[in-house]
Each structure stands twice: as C-alpha cells, then as structure tokens.
C-alpha cells in the first residue's frame, strides 16, 4: 500500500509525509474522485462511503465480514437512503472472514 501513489482524505489536516506516496487531494473529495484515473479504494471510513454514495460515485462495494455480532454501529445503508440496486458479484472465504462483492445493476 506504501508503493502507491494516493490521496489521503481526513476530517484534520494530517501530515502526509508520514505514508510514501501520499497527498492531500485539492478542492472537495468527490470532486477529487472524479479526477482520478484509477478506481478509488476506500479503506475504513464510512463519512467518506457517504459522501461517495451521496455523489453517486460508487460502481461496486467490496465488503469483508467477520463473524462478530456487535449489535451496534453504523449502518452501511442508512435508514432513509436511497435504494440500491446491488448484484453479488463474487463471494469468497478469506481466512475467518467472508469477502463479497456487490455491483451496481443498471437500471
């Protein structure tokens, strides 16, 4: 991860000297995604999640689960959002966990 070039979103500004390869993109974050080439990976950071679906910016979701029942947290879908027409793409085991793959249905 260190190897690749990235921008680095946070609610702060953080010190991206820290992380090769890192840097704070310019102006807001959707529109920064829109202005990357690559597909944009976010890793962590369900306010960034929101902001992406909010901009229509999301073609896939790729969700690894563990077996723990919290009972509590955030919700991927809120209450009140948009509905999402998902295919599963690709379910497989990872070690303890379960990594699947949703992509949009056109439509």
Known sequence: MNAVPKPVVSRGAPDVSRWAGSRLPEGDMPAAVRAERR??????????VYELMAGDLVDEYRLLTFPVV???????????????GLACLSAERVGAA????????AG
């Open 39 to 48: 597909d944009a990976v976010v890793t962590g950071s369900l306010a960034v």
């Open 70 to 84: 919290l009972g509590q947290g955030r919700p991927l879908f809120p209450a009140g959002s948009p509905p999402a």
């Open 98 to 105: 379960v990594l699947t793959r949703y992509g949009r249905v």
